[in-house]
């Protein structure tokens, strides 16, 4: 089995920062690309930004220059740094990792459960 699990959400002002978290665990074999994804109500599920396993990053113009995607392959772990924030920003935010599970071929996306973030004006 394998889970992410999320932290970090809340409610924020216009202009204040939050730090997403999102571990991976269980039987865990290796983790390619994570990302962060969020969805507002009523829209698609749309990427926010991705990282690969040797740390290359890669943003969605919305949150260029805001928003600084992270990780900890030691802790199986991706942050998501959200600064600058504003209303528009506001949307569950979801992480997503690429996983090899031990002693199984290949690997698939997991998702996490989501973590609620509402930025007000």
């Known amino acids: 089995q394998v889970q992410l699990v999320e932290s970090g959400g809340g409610l924020v002002q216009a202009g204040g920062s939050l730090r997403l978290s999102c571990a991976a665990s269980?039987?865990?074999?290796?983790?390619?690309?994570m990302a962060w994804y969020r969805q507002a109500p009523g829209k698609q599920r749309d990427l926010v930004a991705t990282?690969?396993?040797?740390?290359?990053?890669n943003y969605a113009d919305s949150v260029k220059g805001r928003f600084t995607i992270s990780r900890d392959n030691a802790k199986n772990t991706v942050y998501l740094q959200m600064n600058s924030l504003n209303p528009e920003d506001t949307a569950v935010y979801y992480c997503?990792?690429?996983?090899?599970?031990?002693?199984?071929?290949?690997?698939?996306?997991?998702w996490g459960q989501g973590t609620q973030v509402t930025v007000s004006s």
């Open positions: 990282i690969t396993s040797s740390g290359s990053t």
């Open positions: 269980g039987s865990i074999g290796s983790i390619n690309a």
């Open positions: 997503n990792a690429q996983i090899k599970r031990l002693y199984l071929i290949g690997s698939r996306d997991y």
